[in-house]
């Protein structure tokens, strides 16, 4: 697919608890963002004169592929309420609002809810259909699950925004939607409206009580001050590296005397390229000083079955209690899968630190960092 100009919002939008970083006409949202008008008492929507014309709902039909379920068409799910999420594996923001999609699919499918997660991919990588299978598998994701590699249906719902939610009534109309985290109750209203509206009976009991753990666990928003910084020249940003980035070239690279706050470098030999910065030697290092709880880097070997052994330290010492799902307190990982790494989960007092990991071996790809 051929991406639109990279917009980079280096601004942490403190009032909705998150960084916004993405594409013009594709990004990652955190935080929420309701619809912009609203549907007396609570239905956040469009007015009558503005709903959708059911395209949205039909354009299912040209997804690339189907996991968990047979193919879905619009006439098969005529009647049913809808809840189309929009997703791809490695976002941390989708990742912390899927344990409440879990929870609403399991507890609304014998009352006639469907969900729908459709996996549009950020990276290249995530455009291979047996990697969306292992996290399909490794997510617990159990619902029908459309693959949209070439962002067909994307862009027939005018989609921007990873994670995003669209909630549909029983006659294919498009009655709210939210983009980004939060707003959980809200959205779980307008499931319980729908349903009624379309006859739906029993009752419904409790709303969902979910309490995310692992990647799924909701952001320490208040002491969550670095934004979401790409690697690849396309998008990067704040790198720090004396001569900058070599765009396509092999080149060596050393960390600054001093890093700045939210800043990034590279230590060793490097191929900066498009999408990430890929290592040719072993022991090369990346460096970022950051602000936050947790601390995220999308990653992956650039063969299969090439695993990479690494080890991170905050503040030149190992993480101790402070490693995260995917490092040991020595802080020592493996890469394994192109996919989204915790590296660090901090446990005490939250402030700005130095971050470094370290590659002992050649052929790691290293994208984006995430933080939480």
């Not at 459309?146 to 990873?162: C, E, G, K, L, T």
């Not at 890093?259 to 900066?272: E, K, M």
């Not at 390229?273 to 070997?301: C, Q, T, W, Y």
């Not at 790494?341 to 002992?360: C, K, N, S």
């Amino acid at each position: 697919m051929k991406m639109s100009k990279p917009l980079v919002v280096g601004v942490l939008v403190i009032a909705i608890g998150a960084a916004i970083a993405g594409f013009v006409g594709e990004g990652k949202v955190s935080g929420s963002e309701g619809s912009a008008k609203l549907l007396p008492p609570f239905l956040h929507g469009f007015p009558t004169n503005l709903i959708s014309s059911r395209s949205e709902l039909a354009s299912l039909e040209r997804a690339d592929e189907w996991l968990n379920s047979p193919p879905l068409t619009s006439e098969a799910l005529r009647g049913k309420v809808v809840l189309v999420t929009f997703w791809t594996y490695t976002c941390i923001n989708w990742l912390r609002t899927h344990a409440y999609v879990r929870a609403w699919a399991d507890k609304y499918r014998d009352q006639g809810l469907v969900v729908i997660g459709v996996h549009s991919p950020e990276f290249s990588f995530e455009k291979n259909v047996s990697n969306v299978r292992w996290a399909v598998k490794d997510m617990r994701i159990g619902y029908p699950v459309a693959v949209d590699s070439n962002h067909v249906i994307w862009r027939a719902f005018r989609n921007n925004y990873w994670p995003a939610f669209y909630f549909i009534d029983a006659q294919g109309r498009i009655r709210h939607h939210q983009f980004g985290e939060g707003a959980y109750a809200q959205s779980e209203m307008v499931i319980r409206r729908l349903l009624m509206e379309a006859g739906a009976t029993g009752d419904s009991g409790d709303m969902v009580s979910v309490s995310g753990s692992g990647l799924e666990a909701e952001a320490d928003w208040r002491n969550l001050k670095s934004p979401e910084t790409y690697l690849g020249y396309e998008r990067a940003y704040s790198f720090a590296s004396p001569g900058g980035a070599g765009r396509d070239k092999d080149r060596v690279y050393a960390f600054p005397s001093r890093l700045g706050f939210n800043d990034w470098a590279l230590s060793g030999d490097w191929t900066v390229n498009k999408e990430a910065a890929a290592l040719n030697k072993s022991n090369g290092r990346i460096a970022f000083r950051f602000h936050s709880r947790d601390l995220h880097l999308v990653m992956g070997p650039s063969a299969p079955d090439a695993p990479v052994r690494f080890r991170v330290l905050i503040d030149g010492q190992s993480p101790g209690a402070s490693h995260g799902t995917d490092t040991d307190e020595q802080g020592n990982g493996t890469v394994t899968e192109q996919r989204l790494y915790q590296l660090i989960r901090q446990t005490g007092t939250i402030t700005d630190r130095q971050f470094e990991i370290e590659f002992f071996g050649r052929g790691v790809e290293a994208f984006a960092f995430t933080f939480g």
